[in-house]
């Protein structure tokens, strides 16, 4: 659809506006779940991605969820006070941070899976759309990855 004069710059036209407010729906829909664990969606996010690779450096972390250093280094702090998480210096290289998860954090996968698959139905319609491989593209791009 190509776009031209007044029609550019309504509202109902701007993609970015589409996936802000449909990211924001989303997430609003998780928080009630999320809630209930202690974890906001950001935090459950990190979870995410530890409970699929657990000693991840803090710069892996931060690409992988495209969030910078200073967006996440307070999280990591809040979630290790919580006692979902350590991080620790690598042995190897004392410049680089690992995460690791703690036996709290490791138990908390089941609870969040059996919680979050209250969400089901919505997710499931999202995963098994064209949608979704469209954004996981879009992100590729996006992120020039």
């Not at 309504?10 to 802000?20: C, I, P, Q, R, S």
């Not at 924001?24 to 996010?45: A, D, Q, W």
């Not at 892996?60 to 702090?77: A, I």
């Not at 979050?116 to 791009?141: I, P």
């Amino acid at each position: 659809m190509d776009l031209s004069g007044d029609e550019l710059l309504k509202l109902d036209n701007e993609v970015g506006f589409a996936l802000y407010a449909c990211s924001k729906g989303l997430i609003r829909k998780y928080n009630p779940v999320l809630e209930g664990l202690g974890l906001t969606y950001t935090s459950y996010l990190v979870m995410l991605a530890l409970w699929e690779r657990d000693g991840i450096s803090v710069s892996e972390l931060g690409k992988k969820l495209y969030l910078d250093s200073g967006t996440l280094t307070p999280l990591l702090k809040k979630m290790e006070k919580q006692g979902l998480l350590q991080r620790r210096r690598d042995e190897t290289d004392e410049r680089v941070v690992l995460i690791l998860l703690t036996p709290k954090g490791r138990a908390l996968q089941a609870k969040t899976e059996r919680t979050v698959s209250a969400l089901g139905k919505t997710l499931r319609l999202l995963r098994e759309s064209s949608l979704f491989t469209d954004l996981k593209r879009l992100l590729d791009e996006l992120y020039e990855l």
